[in-house]
């Protein structure tokens, strides 16, 4: 099969949306991200990796960053992260805090902020060092050692997460944190201020297509891990547009706000895909419509 006419017939498709979606804003440093970036790539389990567009261009990786802290933390601290943040789709916007109070301050689950800042907060109290894992763990699996924090993105965001700020604090009024709320907030936004390509993500999820292997062998899960971080992903991973990401794409996959998605193929490999315009939802809308041409070209699905 050749990977790269693939990726170009399906961005070519995805190009054809009348939509572009809008770049996000609300963290002022990601609204510099150019409109018109597009790459995709596509690796699979022996580390082989294709690309097409801007596949090896440094993005924002945001919320990606939450499927690499939940892998990180359950390898390092097992079952026990489950007690503090539960496994259901949310069926709100990721930054949404209404929940919080009817549910004592036990988030959804790990991929809308709430959860994922209880997944950092385990992981600092785990490593001593939430944002080193993430990073370390990033640049061994892609090979790339540039992979790294965008200080400015963080301070952007540490400047601006007031309702980030707010879910953490009304968390550790529930004693559901670990660690000071400010040194949780500071790991949180600086692993979702790291700067990836396609290329260093596709590579990076790897582990999850080879059920739980990393690229040197190791293992780092066990199979049933890495096959429930592929449901919660399913279920989760694209927030409250997970039904329609399912249904559009048929994968586990998780988005983030810097315009990236990465998705899984249990067995086979993973796709990334970067393009900055968001939906409502806060996923990429040429990249949810790349990786619907791509699936539906090709028939790879999960189901
Ligand atoms: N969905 C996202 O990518 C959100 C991540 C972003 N850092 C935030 O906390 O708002």
Not at 1 to 24: F, Q
Not at 65 to 88: N, P
Not at 99 to 114: H, K, S, V, Y
Not at 239 to 247: I, M, R
């Amino acid at each position: 099969m050749d990977y790269r006419v693939l990726l170009d017939d399906a961005m070519e498709t995805a190009r054809r949306s009348p939509d572009r979606g809008r770049v996000a804003d609300y963290i002022p440093a990601l609204a510099q991200a150019d409109p018109t970036a597009f790459g995709m790539a596509i690796a699979t389990v022996d580390g082989a990796v294709f690309g097409a567009g801007d596949w090896q261009h440094p993005f924002s990786i945001q919320s990606v960053s939450k499927l690499f802290t939940l892998a990180l933390a359950l390898a390092e601290g097992g079952d026990g992260l489950w007690a503090g943040v539960g496994r259901e789709p949310s069926g709100n916007p990721f930054n949404s805090l209404v929940q919080l109070e009817t549910e004592q301050g036990i988030p959804r689950n790990p991929f809308i902020n709430a959860g994922a800042l209880i997944v950092t907060d385990r992981l600092l109290k785990l490593t001593g060092d939430a944002v080193g894992a993430v990073r370390g763990f990033l640049q061994a699996e892609s090979g790339n050692p540039e992979v790294g924090v965008d200080d400015s993105v963080a301070s952007s965001e540490a400047r601006h997460g007031h309702r980030n700020a707010a879910m953490a604090h009304f968390m550790a009024s529930y004693g559901n944190l670990r660690n000071p709320v400010d040194s949780v907030l500071a790991h949180y936004y600086a692993h979702c201020a790291i700067t990836a390509s396609c290329r260093d993500l596709a590579l990076a999820g790897l582990f999850l297509a080879r059920h739980g292997i990393r690229a040197d062998g190791s293992r780092l899960l066990s199979r049933s891990e890495a096959k429930r971080i592929n449901a919660v992903l399913l279920t989760c991973g694209t927030y409250d547009a997970a039904g329609e990401f399912a249904y559009r794409v048929g994968l586990p996959g998780k988005s983030g706000v810097g315009g990236g998605i990465l998705a899984v193929l249990p067995g086979r490999g993973t796709v990334c895909v970067w393009s900055p315009g968001l939906d409502a939802a806060g996923n990429s809308v040429l990249g949810v419509a790349a990786l619907d041409a791509l699936t539906t070209a090709t028939g790879w699905s999960v189901f």
